[in-house]
């Protein structure tokens, strides 16, 4: 099992690119996330999606869309890349939590992204 | 709303010493609460979790946490330090009558273990 990959792991756009970030999960599960990781900031959720072909919006999705293209695969989309998008974006993977059952998010290694 | 605290940005001890990395929570009923750590350029590994029971949760490479219900409080532990602990230490929390939401997690406490 790869788990969860993400594509690219590294990526430097100017100002006003486009780009979108991959995610895909090979352990079946119908929960996925993107987060950006900021120094000081901690993780913060960008989009989720509980299950698919549901979306919701996080704590800071303004500069963002996403696609659950199918169950395994979450994409992130910047339309108009912007410095303060400078960050490491993460994706995650969970299976539902139903009832009393709790359940652990797993992360990708991240992509490293520069917009200057 | 959920949330969860880690009060330390940082936290220094010397191998072999017992480390504490602390971090509190809020939320409006019962806590799933997570602890995950970050090495160096790689993504967040589980550590543990606590759902009921035991309020001593043991999980990998010898780190447990503790779970205090009247202080709001589930600080990760571990009896003697290695150099190789030295990572970004995150706490997150889900309320458990909260449906299926993500996980709320902290900002972070870097832990140094000094050789």
């Known amino acids: 099992n790869a788990g969860v990959t993400q594509t690219p792991k590294f990526q430097v756009l100017k100002t006003g690119q486009s780009m979108t970030l991959q995610c895909a999960q090979d352990?079946?599960?119908?929960?996925m996330y993107w987060y950006r990781q900021d120094p000081g900031m901690g993780l913060r959720l960008i989009y989720y999606s509980a299950s698919e072909g549901t979306t919701d919006k996080g704590e800071v999705p303004n500069g963002y869309n996403v696609s659950r293209l199918n169950k395994r695969e979450f994409s992130l989309r910047l339309e108009s890349a912007a410095p303060s998008q400078t960050s490491v974006y993460f994706c995650a993977s969970s299976e539902v939590g139903i009832g009393t059952s709790p359940y652990e998010q797993y992360f990708g290694p991240g992509t490293r992204l520069t917009v200057t | 709303a959920q949330s969860v605290a880690q009060p330390e940005d940082q936290v220094n001890v010397a191998e072999g010493n017992p480390l504490t990395v602390k971090c509190t929570y809020s939320?409006?009923?019962?806590?799933?609460l997570f602890w995950y750590v970050q090495y160096p350029n790689r993504g967040l590994q589980f550590l543990l979790k606590?759902?009921?029971?035991?309020?001593l949760v043991k999980g990998s490479y010898g780190f447990e946490a503790e779970f205090n219900k009247s202080q709001t409080s589930f600080h990760l532990k571990k009896p003697s330090a290695l150099v190789s602990d030295s990572a970004l230490y995150f706490c997150?929390?889900?309320?458990?009558?909260?449906?299926?939401?993500?996980?709320?997690f902290g900002k972070g406490t870097r832990l140094s273990v000094i050789a």
């Open positions: 352990m079946n599960h119908n929960s």
């Open positions: 939320v409006s009923g019962n806590p799933y």
């Open positions: 606590y759902i009921t029971g035991d309020n």
């Open positions: 997150a929390v889900r309320d458990l009558n909260s449906g299926n939401t993500p996980l709320v």
